[in-house]
């Protein structure tokens, strides 16, 4: 090969250097590894970084050195993704190449607070369609692409066995070893680190044939001493899966083993792998296997309606006709999870949707930001059952074999949880959205000549700034704000008296209602159902009301994406129209006792008005609700979520009540229970809270509904 390649990089020395200086990660640092216990029970728990074994046994093998005891660990976390930056620049493909440090804890990460930067692109070259197949030339390409990572880090080395003085954002001076930490990407990207045969697991040794059977750990020595041992190059591609003449990056470093520093990848191994590409396809496969190819289609078009019925709630993507689009995202697959047990469960049969809540559980367990050794037993409770159920598949002919290297990859979960702390913070969906930042938008600035150098110089400016204004921030320059305007918000004209009010919603005995609301109000201790309570004794209220549309729930959700701080804000809407086409009233769950954990504290209603009024010189804001009864007292059987139905009054008239908006813990969605049925083709989302008698109560949601309603 007589091609030369670029290969652009920014010195990720420096770039390190940055993140440990920089003092917004001043309380969102770890400075050493650490283990967690939980308060109650003294239990083991994970969820950052440096809670993981992984950094305890390297502080362990550091401390052995009498140069490099009682110096900081810093661990080197890169990650690497295809962009479509490779389309406009020309001649080479490029792989962005990521840094992060494993100090900066996970909360961090996820908001994009600067902790992820991009430190070059690695050059992929091209060849023609006579070549691409040639041994030599998939050689030479593989290779460079180790060459390249070990070319970019070379300036880190030195610091990996002799300390440096480094200067932390909390102000003090540390003397820091650096390591390579663990490498974030998808499976093709895991072949080509780990330097094995497609189709092969990067950490384990079963036979590509059986992958789900138990074996020994790869690592280094042992792929090394086979390498020595064993006849051909033949040989160890067919027996072992190792691309015997390829030199991985890691060889170049201390204290690394690219078998064990293989991510877990809950986006690409979970996500759109095991669910989008393997059992929502075999659901098609198998609706075509046993009811032939016309009725099947039929199936799944009721499939797309059931879908696209789904009511409306905050942060859940529609699909409003379904499910049938070309071009799959990450987003896409994680709405579609959250909505498509309830739609196919009548037109499958009960091992199949055992199947999809087993594993929708378990991607709901890993995904957790924090994971005790309660929570490890329940996930592999949840996957001994996915390989149970999902035997059907097998069974029926759908699938010939379950050697998948994606749906294996759930095997390792555990483990890695134990050495790297909780998933969500090494999920190749960080980098991946950091492509718009740091590619695309970058890449539009350019003058698209010799792109990639103007990319770099623009990144590193960008981190200048966001360093500068955390600096001005630090020193009290940006108190305060320059905007002086005063917005006018535009009102919608609501009902004013309790009496329009009633009138408004159709519900007569509103007034009453709030009567003995306001009795609950001033005699919290009173254990009377409110219908026992004498209407005389209750309070009477004739003045001005406050009627809104929405109401904002703050709550505290570390699993899903929310603040640096774990919180989470969501908008609950009460609106007769919603973005000019339809009324949108959502649920919620109502905290009845505080005591009680989960569902079995909570009730679920409808919110139908939010409204305020100010009695005997206390304000009070309250919601008038149509409340759901509990089929049972535990979830269903067969999906894992929980059933309500409508509750209605003695008449048959819908049961509401008014309750304080304290009592609002947050939103609920509701998918309803379709039965084997077709539904309407006429049905819209917005009226899908009225057209049915009965709902689950969907824990999938997100992953803080999944630890509610579990």
């Given at each position: 090969m007589d091609q030369s390649h670029d290969v652009w990089y920014r010195d990720p020395h420096e770039v390190i250097q940055g993140m440990l200086g920089n003092p917004d990660y001043e309380k969102e640092m770890d400075y050493r590894p650490f283990r967690e216990f939980s308060a109650d029970g003294d239990k083991r728990q994970w969820q950052d970084f440096m809670s993981g074994d992984w950094a305890w046994n390297q502080a362990d093998i550091i401390s052995e050195?009498?140069?490099?005891?009682?110096?900081?660990?810093?661990?080197?976390?890169?990650?690497?993704?295809?962009?479509?930056?490779?389309?406009?620049?020309?001649?080479?493909?490029?792989?962005?190449?990521?840094?992060?440090?494993?100090?900066?804890?996970?909360?961090?990460?996820?908001?994009?607070?600067?902790?992820?930067?991009?430190?070059?692109?690695?050059?992929?070259?091209?060849?023609?369609?006579?070549?691409?197949?040639?041994?030599?030339?998939?050689?030479?390409?593989?290779?460079?692409?180790?060459?390249?990572?070990?070319?970019?880090?070379?300036?880190?080395?030195?610091?990996?066995?002799?300390?440096?003085?480094?200067?932390?954002?909390?102000?003090h001076y540390r003397r820091v070893i650096y390591g390579l930490g663990p490498y974030i990407a998808d499976y093709e990207e895991q072949v080509l680190l780990a330097c094995i045969v497609r189709g092969w697991c990067p950490r384990c040794m079963s036979n590509c044939k059986n992958l789900d059977e138990k074996s020994l750990c790869r690592c280094r020595d042992h792929?090394?001493?086979?390498?020595?041992?064993?006849?051909?190059?033949?040989?160890?591609?067919?027996?072992?899966?190792?691309?015997?003449?390829?030199?991985?990056?890691?060889?170049d470093f201390p204290r690394a083993d690219i078998h064990e520093l293989i991510a877990p990848d809950l986006l690409h191994q979970l996500i759109k792998g095991t669910f989008k590409d393997h059992l929502v396809e075999w659901?098609?496969?198998?609706?075509?296997?046993?009811?032939?190819?016309?009725?099947?289609?039929?199936?799944?078009?009721?499939?797309?309606?059931?879908?696209?019925?789904?009511?409306?709630?905050?942060?859940?993507?529609?699909?409003?006709?379904?499910?049938?689009?070309?071009?799959?995202?990450?987003?896409?697959?994680?709405?579609?999870?959250?909505?498509?047990?309830?739609?196919?469960?009548?037109?499958?049969?009960?091992?199949?949707?055992?199947?999809?809540?087993?594993?929708?559980?378990?991607?709901?367990?890993?995904?957790?930001?924090?994971?005790?050794?309660?929570?490890?037993?329940?996930?592999?409770?949840?996957?001994?059952?996915?390989?149970?159920?999902?035997?059907?598949?097998?069974?029926?002919?759908?699938?010939?074999?379950?050697?998948?290297?994606?749906?294996?990859?759930?095997?390792?979960?555990?483990?890695?949880?134990?050495?790297?702390?909780?998933?969500?913070?090494?999920?190749?969906?960080?980098?991946?959205?950091?492509?718009?930042?740091?590619?695309?938008?970058p890449w539009r600035r350019s003058s698209r000549y010799k792109a990639l150098g103007?990319?770099?110089?623009?990144?590193?400016?960008?981190?200048?700034?966001?360093?500068?204004?955390?600096?001005?921030?630090?020193?009290?320059?940006?108190?305060?704000?320059?905007?002086?305007?005063?917005?006018?918000?535009?009102?919608?004209?609501?009902?004013?008296?309790?009496?329009?009010?009633?009138?408004?919603?159709?519900?007569?005995?509103?007034?009453?209602?709030?009567?003995?609301?306001?009795?609950?109000?001033?005699?919290?201790?009173?254990?009377?159902?409110?219908?026992?309570i004498p209407l005389a004794r209750c309070p009477q209220f004739d003045g001005k009301i406050q009627v809104f549309n929405s109401a904002s729930s703050m709550f505290y959700a570390p699993s899903d994406r929310s603040g640096i701080g774990g919180m989470r804000r969501e908008h609950i809407c009460a609106c007769p129209v919603w973005r000019n086409k339809a009324p949108r009233y959502d649920c919620v769950f109502v905290n009845m006792d505080a005591d009680v954990e989960g569902m079995g504290g909570m009730e679920v209603a409808r919110i139908m008005y939010f409204f305020s009024y100010t009695f005997e010189g206390i304000l009070y804001p309250c919601a008038v609700v149509r409340w759901f009864d509990k089929a049972s007292d535990g979830p269903d059987e067969h999906t894992g979520m929980w059933i309500v139905k409508p509750s209605f009054d003695t008449d048959n008239s819908p049961f509401v009540g008014i309750i304080h908006i304290d009592s609002i813990y947050r939103a609920a969605h509701l998918v309803p229970i379709y039965g084997t049925q077709f539904i309407s083709r006429d049905l819209k989302h917005y009226d899908s809270y009225d057209a049915f008698q009965a709902f689950y109560v969907n824990k999938f949601a997100d992953h803080h509904a999944f630890e509610i309603a579990s």
């Open positions: 050195d009498p140069d490099m005891l009682g110096s900081t660990f810093v661990p080197v976390i890169l990650g690497s993704d295809k962009t479509t930056v490779s389309v406009a620049t020309g001649a080479n493909d490029y792989y962005p190449l990521y840094v992060l440090i494993g100090n900066v804890r996970n909360n961090v990460r996820r908001a994009h607070r600067d902790a992820v930067a991009i430190v070059g692109f690695l050059a992929m070259p091209k060849t023609t369609k006579e070549h691409a197949a040639d041994a030599i030339y998939r050689k030479y390409r593989r290779q460079l692409f180790h060459s390249s990572i070990a070319k970019i880090l070379e300036n880190l080395r030195p610091s990996m066995t002799k300390p440096e003085v480094v200067h932390f954002g909390d102000g792929t090394e001493a086979l390498i020595e041992e064993v006849a051909t190059s033949l040989a160890l591609w067919d027996e072992y899966g190792i691309v015997g003449d390829l030199v991985p990056f890691t060889n659901v098609g496969k198998y609706l075509v296997h046993v009811h032939g190819k016309k009725e099947a289609e039929k199936i799944q078009d009721d499939i797309d309606r059931r879908i696209s019925a789904v009511a409306s709630f905050a942060g859940l993507r529609r699909f409003p006709e379904g499910r049938g689009f070309k071009q799959w995202i990450g987003d896409d697959s994680k709405a579609l999870m959250k909505v498509y047990l309830p739609a196919i469960e009548g037109h499958v049969p009960t091992d199949v949707v055992h199947t999809f809540r087993a594993f929708l559980e378990f991607c709901y367990l890993v995904r957790r930001s924090i994971i005790t050794e309660s929570t490890l037993g329940q996930i592999q409770d949840a996957l001994d059952r996915l390989h149970h159920y999902r035997a059907i598949f097998e069974s029926t002919g759908v699938v010939s074999t379950f050697s998948l290297p994606r749906q294996h990859s759930c095997t390792h979960y555990i483990l890695l949880i134990r050495l790297y702390g909780a998933p969500n913070g090494l999920c190749s969906s960080i980098t991946e959205t950091k492509h718009i930042k740091a590619v695309k938008e103007q990319m770099l110089v623009t990144n590193q400016r960008l981190d200048k700034l966001a360093a500068a204004r955390m600096d001005f921030k630090s020193r009290g320059m940006l108190n305060g704000t320059c905007l002086s305007a005063m917005l006018q918000r535009l009102k919608r004209k609501h009902a004013r008296t309790i009496a329009n009010l009633s009138t408004e919603l159709g519900i007569p005995h509103l007034y009453t209602l709030l009567r003995r609301f306001l009795f609950e109000q001033a005699n919290p201790d009173d254990q009377r159902a409110p219908s026992d």
